[in-house]
């Protein structure tokens, strides 16, 4: 699998959910209307940089505190395809997996992007690629990968009750 | 081959022949809990699934306690929208004002025994670690998969052994125990690991105590906190739960990742100060910060115990002018009760407000949002940037005996002004 795109990049690390989708707009269940949402207590103005292949640059322990689904769910229907970060919380990263939402582990390439870069993913070489420099990333667990591949939890389910 | 806790308690519930630190394995659930802000996003998941009935609904349990009461018209939507999913599936439902904070209240109500894997839709799902189960905090997503087969993935995490050694002194609570833990691996120190507290130390904290410690272990990013069952946990099961359990602990040559000392002898009182539960500071060195709201409540620390500490510092005074505070008892049992005690009464006469269990103002879902500007002291678990509604608002997280005594005093002060001992 193979993912391009143009980057965002969120500098800070240790973003928390609470900053990604303030929690008094939890009472929203439903996808389309939590987008407008996304970033308002981190800097309300990224929702301007979301195109259709946005991939989020991130710093370490990204999507930390609060279980919330939201933010995710709110990242795709914004247009992020994959994020790259230095590291990530533990549930978000399930979220994002379970969405079907690749991200990477890869601290240099992090170092490396900026807003605007030209980032391609590589998830069978392991390589994420900015502005033209390569950077190794962190192999991603087998299962998580087929994950991925299906394009998230449910598919994949509906994938393991076929076979 | 030796184990530790959460690895016993995990291939107890897998299918698998061994399992060791980063295998990835499908997880048997005993219990699955969701709320009226995960539960909703949940069912359109189950849904896609494909699954029209969860997998058993004698192990469901939903718990509407984040936007209670309804602050508005699409609050109200989210909790008709639970009701009417939790009534037609047959699960347990705990409904507005019959059960409260869901950590608090499935713990009260003998869901949680030793040795069980519960998965929740809410971060603070690691309180349960509190009674010695794995207690582990998921998305919508995931939770919508074990609402219909009654099962999760889980990277089989590895332990950091919390040893919490001598005995605590003065106005030291759970709170601080489990900050001085952050304090001393960070915010994402136990990454991929579950933090097992032991010691002499755990082993002399009450369940309540224990709970505000296992709740926070999220914070230091790990996936669970975990105490070993003994006879505290005995005790307070005693009466809420028919079903046998036994009580597991780490082999003693299990292999760990990292063993963490924390010396009870010299801690003092710490609140962590804006914007993160990681930057945390000792109490002395934050006297005097003006307070203009206190708040004493949230799934850490709504206990009973932080209740009868709130009172003991509000008897017969009154909140700072310059100040309001805002107690809410995490359950309509601890609700009840502090009643009973005439706590209620102390708070009320002090000129603070009681409010019905809800996770409320924690989480900026109302009752009680501070303004920008202002500076809280809360009992709760997460002052991130906003996290209360306003992010010109600054948060310090703190025990009850703080946390009340800054409403005294309009301030931050030591509690030993106001009060001779602890209870």
Same mark, same amino acid.
């Not at chain 1, 299906?150 to 994938?159: K, S």
């Not at chain 2, 025994?113 to 519960?118: A, L, S, T």
């Given at each position: ?163 | ?19 060791? &630190? ?21 069912? !359109? ?23 209670? &009461? ?37 713990? %009260? ?47 089989? &995490? ?9 005995? !605590? ?154 100040? !309001?505070?805002?107690?809410? &008892? ?51 678990? !997460? ?36 009060? %001779?001992?602890?209870?």
């Amino acid at each position: 699998m193979r993912l391009a795109g143009r980057a965002v990049a969120i500098r800070e690390d240790n973003v928390d959910t609470d900053v990604l989708y303030p929690g008094s707009y939890l009472n929203i269940e439903d996808p389309e209307l939590m987008s407008p949402h996304l970033f308002e207590g981190l800097d309300p103005g990224l929702r301007d940089e979301m195109g259709p292949d946005t991939i989020l640059v991130v710093g370490e322990n990204f999507g930390t505190g609060s279980s919330r689904e939201h933010v995710p769910l709110a990242m795709k229907a914004s247009g992020v395809s994959c994020l790259v970060g230095k590291s990530f919380a533990r549930i978000f990263r399930r979220n994002c997996l379970n969405l079907g939402l690749p991200l990477v582990d890869c601290p240099g390439a992090v170092t490396r992007a900026s807003t605007g870069s030209e980032v391609v993913v590589d998830l069978d070489a392991g390589v994420v690629t900015v502005d033209g420099q390569e950077f190794a990333s962190a192999p991603m667990p087998a299962f998580m990968r087929q994950m991925v591949d299906a394009g998230g939890l449910i598919p994949w389910l509906h994938a393991e009750a076929a076979s | 081959m030796a184990h530790t806790l959460a690895e016993k308690i995990l291939l107890a519930h897998a299918e698998v022949d061994d399992l060791s &630190p980063g295998d990835i394995v499908m997880v048997r659930v005993d219990t699955v809990m969701a709320n009226d802000v995960s539960g909703p996003v949940a069912f !359109r998941q189950m849904e896609k699934i494909g699954a029209a009935r969860v997998f058993d609904p004698t192990r469901v349990v939903m718990v509407a306690d984040h936007f209670v &009461p309804a602050k508005d018209a699409r609050s109200a939507a989210l909790q008709k929208r639970l009701k009417d999913w939790a009534l037609d599936q047959g699960v347990a439902f705990y409904d507005q004002g019959r059960g409260g904070i869901e950590h608090m209240l499935l713990a %009260e109500e003998g869901w949680i025994v030793p040795g069980e894997v519960i998965v929740g839709g809410d971060s603070h799902t690691c309180t349960y670690g509190a009674l010695g189960a794995f207690g582990s905090g998921l998305g919508s997503t995931d939770i919508a998969a074990a609402l219909a087969n009654g099962e999760f993935w889980q990277p089989v &995490p590895a332990t950091i052994r919390v040893r919490f050694d001598g005995q !605590r002194r003065g106005f030291v609570s759970g709170k601080d125990l489990i900050l001085a833990v952050i304090a001393q691996i960070g915010v994402a120190g136990a990454t991929n690991a579950v933090l097992e507290f032991v010691g002499e130390g755990a082993r002399a904290l009450t369940i309540d105590e224990r709970m505000a410690v296992a709740n926070m272990a999220v914070e230091a990013g790990a996936e669970t906190g975990m105490f070993v069952a003994d006879q505290v946990t005995r005790e307070y099961l005693a009466d809420r739960v028919t079903r046998a359990w036994d009580a597991m602990a780490s082999d003693a040559d299990a292999e760990i990742a990292r063993e963490v000392r924390i010396d009870l002898d010299a801690l003092g009182p710490l609140v962590a100060a804006p914007h993160s539960p990681g930057n945390v500071v000792a109490l002395s060195d934050a006297i005097g910060t003006p307070v203009e709201q206190v708040y004493i409540g949230n799934c850490a620390n709504g206990t009973i115990t932080d209740l009868r500490q709130a009172a003991a510092v509000l008897r017969g005074r009154c909140v700072h002018p310059r100040a !309001r505070a805002v107690i809410v &008892p995490a359950t309509q049992a601890i609700y009840r009760q502090a009643l009973r005690e005439g706590l209620l009464d102390t708070f009320a006469a002090a000129g603070a407000m009681v409010s019905t269990p809800t996770c409320g103002a924690c989480f900026g879902g109302g009752m009680g949002v501070p303004a920008a500007g202002e500076t809280a002291v809360t009992t709760t678990n !997460r002052n991130f940037k906003g996290r209360m509604g306003s992010p010109d608002a600054r948060v310090y997280l703190a025990n009850a005996y703080v946390a009340a005594a800054a409403a005294v005093a309009g301030e931050l002060v030591d509690p030993g002004e106001l009060l %001779e001992a602890p209870l």
